[in-house]
């Protein structure tokens, strides 16, 4: 095994027998569904799945299928079309589906458990930003409170496409731009939010990190709903589960501070690379069309007491 769980990485990495530069990257990821749509939900899904490889710089090779189903309750044609997403976006990613597992489910799940193929010298962990390190995120925030406003019913048709082409797009691009530099440290955005994984990647590094609330990137309308109090219940779990880890500045708008704890669904990768390495980084991004090239933070020497301060303008 060359990477565990110890710094709660996004996916565990092992080195095939006799394969000296060839290792596997391996994870899983299910949830119910977050839209209406079953192939948006199946898309959004496998896109998330997929993206704990790419946050360590891997390529997916090949996938499972993971299902919950009421079969009970609902035509098996939903299944199909959950299914039909997900196949979608594991072609997009070049990666083979090997076939999966379902069980009778009270509600809809799906995922995939994903194995990935990386170099063993080339795996980037979610430890190693150092001070002087610059942060920088490949997609908008706001996905949790768009999701939110979805199961709600609060959300314009314009709203929905525009979370559904964020969450269902693949971070095979971002993947490919961190690996043209020399990435320090990356992970992906989920379940625990912006301040949760980026406390994650501090913690490993054994650093603290600096966002500025003023550079974060939103989709559209994300900020409005959160204003509204629509957001996820991540977001009040999220805070309380950081506690005193995070300083967010007085200057900094609540409904800022609401999203950037807000769990977020398929989100970007947050990507630590050194100042002279960022323009060439933003390039790459650019170049292989990610939804957003933002320089969002900075890495400073470990503060006691403080792993993100959250402030304005920093």
């Known amino acids: 095994m060359l990477h565990g769980a110890e710094t709660l990485d996004d996916a565990g990495v092992i080195r095939v027998p006799g394969a000296p530069h060839q290792a596997l990257v391996q994870t899983i990821d299910f949830f119910p569904p977050i839209v209406d749509d079953p192939v948006d939900f199946g898309r959004i899904a496998a896109a ?16 499972l299928n993971l299902v919950g189903f009421p079969r009970s309750k609902l035509p098996m044609e939903i299944l199909g079309e959950i299914l039909k997403g997900g196949a979608e976006k594991l072609a997009e990613a070049n990666a083979a589906l090997l076939g999966g597992h379902s069980v009778e489910d009270v509600e809809i799940k799906y995922g995939l458990a ?10 980037i962990k979610n430890g190693g930003a150092l001070p002087g390190d610059r942060l920088i995120l490949s997609k908008p925030l706001g996905m949790g409170a768009l999701s939110t406003a979805i199961q709600r019913g609060k959300a314009t048709d314009a709203e929905i496409k525009a979370a559904v082409a964020t969450m269902a797009t693949l971070n095979a691009g971002a993947a490919a731009a961190m690996r043209t530099v020399d990435t320090h440290a990356a992970t992906d955005i989920t379940g625990f939010g ?17 966002i500025d609330a003023a550079a974060l990137p939103f989709t559209p309308s994300a900020t409005e709903l959160a204003a509204k109090g629509i ?19 007085a200057k900094v708008p609540g409904e ?42 900075r890495v400073i020497a470990k503060e006691a007491g403080t792993t993100v301060k959250l402030a304005w303008g920093a």
Do not use: W
């Open 231 to 249: 957001l996820s219940g991540g977001t009040t779990k999220n805070r309380h589960f950081l506690g005193e880890k995070i300083a967010v500045e």
């Open 48 to 63: 998330n799945a997929l993206s704990d490889v790419y946050a360590m710089g891997g390529e997916p090779f090949c996938a």
């Open 114 to 123: 994903v194995t990935g193929l990386i170099h063993p010298d080339k795996v």
């Open 194 to 210: 912006l301040m949760g994984h980026a406390t994650e990647m501090a913690e490993a590094s054994d650093v603290t990190f600096v």
């Open 256 to 297: 800022i501070a609401a999203i950037a704890y807000d769990s977020e669904t398929s989100g970007g990768l947050l990507i630590a690379v050194a100042e002279d390495q960022v323009d060439t980084l933003l390039a790459a991004l650019k170049e292989h069309v990610t939804p957003c090239a933002v320089v969002i933070g």
